[in-house]
């Protein structure tokens, strides 16, 4: 049977966020839908929202080694809803995809799984915190300590993430706009994790220290029909950190957005176009071209600063595809981070 | 100058067109015999790997519980410990097998349904679709649920979600067993720490059901290659005596300058055409012989193994290819000879088309050696013997070793009687018939292989329903059985039967591994049916008491052998270690089975009840019995079989195994009397230089012609008396050898004299036919035919 061909569809949404694949994931039928102003109820909102059609616990990490070696660790539970409501069983409308990978200057180490809700197999609890899908898992007592591990054929990792500042909160307290015609999120982020742990790779356990990200979002309809894909990069410069996200339309036009995070974990969010990328390099990644060196600049807070992948291979070869990898930053800024793209396939 | 070669060469099939119909029909037949065999084996393949494909037996190592029955959690636990396994529930529900898989979860390729189509997949996991053959779909009485046909399906299968599975199965919760996936992760926890009481499979190669099944299909393949062996024998009569036949024209065509080379081209391309045409139609022939066998085969295979397999033959371009090839083939081989004597040939040899029906001395000579050798190492075989391969090879060497030896024994034989001769008449006759026999060998060969498969095959078929027919009188000794739906219904039918019969003798069993093989654990209650009728033909000193003690186990002699366990051996069932004290006959079951007490049943599998209840009671009470059942404690009228029922069932069932012998037995044997009946039709023409002078002297052509069924007879009957004793080697061949191999029980053999008198009088009949026409053309040759042999020189 064509597994394949059902996860395309089930992940379409979150594809749609995730990778730009337009037209479908658009409409709401019963399900949730984010409204303004935000209000978030912790811990309950780091659980499962099954009313909503999608969600993700999204953990990207900056790691190094013991002689300096940099490395890059990803950890994504997706989840799609069929219908809006939570469901027991076979049958619960609750459908789970896991993606992990690990990041070397010269491997790239993926790993999916798939699973349903209703059954045990995967799920999310608010406290104590909880998300997981087979083996993979990140819980905690709270959402400041938590361990996260995976595993997949050729390799796993065992970490502990400490938070060292507060959660912060998207666009307009959370509610995050993803298009000129108004679809929106609700996203938050634990940027400020710092991150312990062993990779176990074909060559051996590596000790590895470093920080961690966490996205946390949920929505119903992301995604306007005529967006195809998308760049999204979180950077840590030392005078702050930079979500940003472009997301790219038909016509050629993008729809931009950011936030700035000082050390405090005080937040400027900013409206389209004040944050731009631009394609500075491209990489021939598994047949497609893909741009892995940018420009990247938000005037407002003078970065100017250049982006390049740590292994510009970093393609997630599951089976909705894409790239996504460490990378450094050098310029106005100096630093490193995390970057997605979608829709280059 | 080709084409004008190609003429003069053609021009002697219009003279001899009967020479072309032999050689067509001959091909067409030995081809769709074999064809035939083929497409039904390659349809009984298709669905093994069909059933094997959906279940994932030969690709992946499985993880299965020794009651049979996974709980889910379990299932979740091994997820959650790293174990990357998809659970699949089994279950049997309106006589079909319902399996149910998870898609999500499932390796890649799974089960032979498309979901390619993304709203048909949503379907399956929100509300469950039921996907399978339009016969299977139609018999599954199950709720509403959607049905989608699919011919990928295997036979007699229904696929859908494993939640949809657990609903109609009503086995909430539970699981069959877990397919492992190729791919595990790097570091997973050890499966004896997550779930201790499960274990580990390796990839099943074949499949259980393919690897009992194979014998069945040697069984016909063999039968395949002896039809075609038969027809072959006709082809290469045929093409030698066209060569024979041909050479004036080859002679002149060669002394006016026709090279040899193309020559030799021009008639292996017309052998080419003539062996494709036969081929074609052979195949066409082949199908319908197939098309006709498939029902018994498939239904055959499903009383012995269980085995579902597709009732209708598909047109499989592998199959008709292969049947082409091998009408190719076999004229290729057939004709070998006459090619190299053409490359050979001086080039103004003349025909001897005489000499070439005659045979030398040296060839009968090496003929004899070569039939002494193959039937010393039958004998060679017989007593190194160990399997099935061996068997057959046995089997081929006494088959091939007889058919050579034949028209040296017959020579021998009429040698006999010409020398008791006492007329000129009588001497006349046995030496005209001896000097005949080497034009007629191929054909009686022919005969003798085909009689002697009838005899060797009817004995070991009778033999072995005598023997049923006896253990099934001995075994099915309770009165009325019985089966509950489920293990609440099970508790109160036992109660409700207590006080009503003799005794309820609870039947409960567990399928498992013993020695590395299937098979069936039995439990049965301690009474002394069993005592008196599972007869031990081995046992260790009291064993009955032993067994009742708990202290070992009974096996049945399918897995005495297989397992190579005797008595005193020990065997672990369910990780308890027994001695083997008894080994009982259990003939028609594929598998192995180990009986053990009630008692030592219930320890070692505690989660196992008993659904199924041999009753014993007077037996003119069953059928009041019966109807209390139904309309008072309200049990299905399919819930219950009386012992008569269940006997006129596995008569019924073992018949229909071999119909499928018996059919190919009569087809070989018509085979081999249209054999005959060429040979004749193309002697007869030869022999007229013979015959004229006796005309000549005064013996009428009516006479002649009655000579000529007298001879026929005569023949018939000397190679069906040859054939019994070869007939009965090979049923001892096929009860001691090859039925021990295949299917792990040795026979006693019973002769069948009747039977064989009948099948004497059907090969008598048979040559009579064949002579029939011979004889009535001769007969009707007109008088200056014959007058012509006197002033012609031919």
């Not at chain 1, 989840?79 to 609750?94: I, N």
């Not at chain 1, 993008?254 to 974990?265: E, R």
């Not at chain 2, 598909?314 to 083939?329: E, F, M, Y």
């Not at chain 2, 320890?603 to 009671?617: C, D, I, Q, T």
Request: aromatic fraction near 10%.
């Amino acid at each position: 049977m064509n597994v394949r061909g059902l996860a395309f569809l089930l992940f379409l949404p979150v594809a749609a966020v995730a990778q730009g694949f337009a037209g479908l994931g658009t409409e709401t039928e019963g399900f949730a839908v984010p409204q303004r102003p935000a209000f978030f109820d912790f811990p309950a909102d780091h659980g499962a929202h099954p009313g909503y059609r999608i969600e993700w616990w999204y953990v990207t990490a900056n790691l190094e080694g013991e002689y300096g070696t940099p490395y890059g660790l990803q950890w994504t539970l997706f989840r799609s809803a069929l219908a809006p409501e939570p469901g027991t069983g076979w049958s619960a409308p609750q459908l789970w995809m896991g993606h992990a990978a690990v990041t070397t200057p010269d491997a790239h180490h993926v790993a999916e799984r798939l699973a349903r809700g209703g059954i045990g197999q995967a799920g999310a609890t608010a406290a104590p915190f909880a998300a997981w899908i087979d083996d993979w898992q990140i819980a905690g007592p709270d959402f400041d300590t938590l361990t996260m591990t995976a595993s997949g054929p050729d390799f796993a990792f065992d970490t502990t993430l400490t938070a060292q500042g507060p959660i912060v909160f998207h666009g307009d307290s959370g509610y995050s706009v993803k298009s000129a015609q108004g679809q929106a999120s609700y996203y938050y982020s634990q940027p400020f994790y710092d991150i312990a742990g062993t990779l176990t790779l074909p060559e051996g356990e590596v000790a590895v220290t470093g920080e961690a990200w966490l996205d946390r979002e949920w929505s119903s309809q992301p995604l306007s029909e005529d967006q195809t894909g998308w760049d999204w990069f979180s950077l840590s410069l030392g005078t702050g950190k930079l979500m940003g996200f472009r997301l790219r339309q038909i016509d050629g036009s993008v729809y931009t957005s950011a936030t700035w995070i000082d050390p405090q974990g005080r937040t400027t969010a900013y409206p389209d176009g004040a944050f731009q990328a631009e394609p500075v390099m491209r990489t021939e990644v598994r047949g497609n071209t893909v741009p892995t060196g940018w420009r990247v600049q938000l005037a407002a807070k003078g970065v100017d600063v250049t982006v390049a992948a740590l292994n510009p291979q970093a393609w997630m070869d599951t089976t909705v595809a894409y790239w996504e990898g460490p990378v450094t930053v050098s310029g106005s800024h100096d630093g490193h981070g995390y970057l997605e793209m979608t829709g280059y396939d | 100058m080709t084409r004008a070669g190609l003429q003069a060469l053609l021009s002697h099939w219009r003279r001899n067109p009967l020479q072309l119909f032999t050689l067509v029909v001959g091909l067409s037949l030995a081809t769709a015999l074999w064809s035939g065999v083929q497409a039904v084996n390659a349809e009984a393949r298709a669905s093994y790997d069909a059933a094997a494909e959906t279940l994932g037996e030969g690709r992946y190592a499985q993880i299965t519980a020794p009651g049979g029955v996974i709980p889910q959690d379990r299932y979740i636990a091994l997820r959650r410990a790293g174990w990357r396994v998809s659970p699949v529930l089994e279950g049997r529900l309106d006589g079909v097998r319902v399996v149910g898989f998870d898609p999500l979860t499932a390796p890649n390729g799974f089960g032979p349904v498309d979901l390619s189509d993304n709203a048909l997949t949503l379907d399956v996991l929100l509300n469950g679709v039921l996907f399978g053959t339009a016969e299977a779909l139609n018999r599954l009485g199950a709720p509403d649920v959607a049905r989608v046909v699919s011919a990928q399906v295997a036979p007699s299968m229904v696929l859908t979600d494993v939640g949809t599975a657990q609903e109609l199965l009503q086995a909430d919760g539970q699981l069959s067993r877990l397919i492992v996936l190729p791919e595990q992760p790097i570091r997973q926890r050890a499966l004896a720490e997550v779930a201790p009481d499960l274990t580990l499979r390796a990839p099943q190669t074949g499949g259980d059901v393919a690897q009992l099944t194979d014998s069945f299909h040697l069984n016909l393949t063999a039968f395949g290659l002896l039809s075609f062996a038969v027809g072959i024998f006709i082809v290469h009569g045929a093409i030698g005596l066209a060569f024979e036949q041909r050479r004036p024209v080859i002679r002149t065509l060669r002394a006016l300058g026709f090279p040899l080379r193309r020559l030799i081209a021009l008639i292996a391309a017309e052998l080419l055409v003539i062996s494709l045409l036969a081929g074609t139609i052979g195949v066409g022939l082949g199908y319908v012989v197939a098309a006709a066998l498939l029902p018994d085969v498939a239904a055959t295979l499903d009383g012995l193994y269980g085995a579902s397999i597709s009732g209708t033959l598909q047109l499989r371009p592998d199959w008709w290819l292969s049947g082409l090839a091998i009408a190719v083939g076999g004229t290729a081989l057939a004709a070998t000879s006459s090619l190299w004597q053409l490359a050979q040939m001086p080039l103004l040899a003349s025909a001897r088309p005489r000499a070439w029906a005659m045979q030398s001395g040296a060839r009968r000579l090496w003929q004899a050696g070569a039939a002494a050798g193959l039937l010393g190492l039958a004998v060679a075989l017989s007593l190194v013997g160990g399997s099935l391969l061996l068997g057959f090879a046995m089997l081929a060497a006494l088959l091939i070793g007889a058919a050579l030896a034949l028209p040296v024994i017959l020579d021998r034989v009429l040698a006999f009687g010409a020398a008791r001769a006492r007329s000129v008449m009588a001497e006349w006759f046995w030496a005209d018939t001896r000097q005949q026999l080497p034009g007629l060998s191929l054909a009686l060969m022919a005969l003798l292989l085909a009689m002697a498969a009838n005899v060797g095959v009817s004995t070991m078929v009778s033999s072995f329903r005598l023997t049923f027919t006896g253990f099934l009188d001995q075994r099915l000794a309770s009165e009325l059985y019985v089966y509950a739906d489920d293990a609440e219904q099970a508790a109160a039918l036992a109660a409700y039967l207590a006080p009503r019969v003799d005794q309820v003798l609870p039947i409960q069993s567990v399928d498992q591994q013993v020695a590395g093989l299937p098979a069936e654990i039995h439990g049965p209650a301690a009474h002394e049916t069993y005592r008196a009728h599972w007869l031990f033909l081995q046992e260790a000193p009291d064993a009955w008491p032993r067994i009742e003690a708990g202290q070992g186990a009974a096996i049945n002699e399918q897995l005495a052998r297989r397992g190579g366990l005797s008595i005193g051996d020990e065997i672990t069932v369910a990780d308890r270690r027994l001695p083997v004290l008894g080994i009982y006959g259990d003939y028609g079951n594929p598998i192995g089975q180990v009986l053990v007490t009630a008692t030592l049943f219930a320890e070692l599998f505690p989660a196992v009840r008993a659904e199924r209840f041999g009753l014993r009671m007077e037996a003119g009470d069953v059928s009041a019995l019966a109807e209390d059942l139904r309309d008072d404690f309200g049990l299905a009228e399919d819930n219950m079989i009386d012992q008569a029922q269940l006997k006129a069932f596995s008569l019924e069932v073992f018949d229909r195994t071999f119909t499928v012998t018996a059919a190919l037995n009569v087809l070989t044997l018509a085979v081999a009397g249209f054999a005959i009946l060429m040979s004749l039709l193309t002697l007869a023409t030869m022999r007229l230089p013979q015959l004229a002078p006796v005309w000549a002297q005064g013996l009428t052509r009516a006479r002649l012609g009655r000579i000529e069924i007298l001879r026929a007879v005569l023949l018939a009957l000397l190679t069906a008396v040859l054939a019994l004793p070869l007939g009965l080697a090979l049923a001892w061949t096929l009860l001691a050898v090859v039925n021990v191999e295949a299917f792990g029980w040795r026979l006693p053999m019973f002769l069948f004299p009747l039977d064989y008198a009948r099948l004497t009088v059907f090969a008598v009949l048979a040559a009579v036919l064949a002579a029939l026409w011979p004889a009535r053309k001769l007969s009707r040759t007109r008088p200056s035919e014959l007058l012509k042999v006197f002033s012609n020189e031919r």
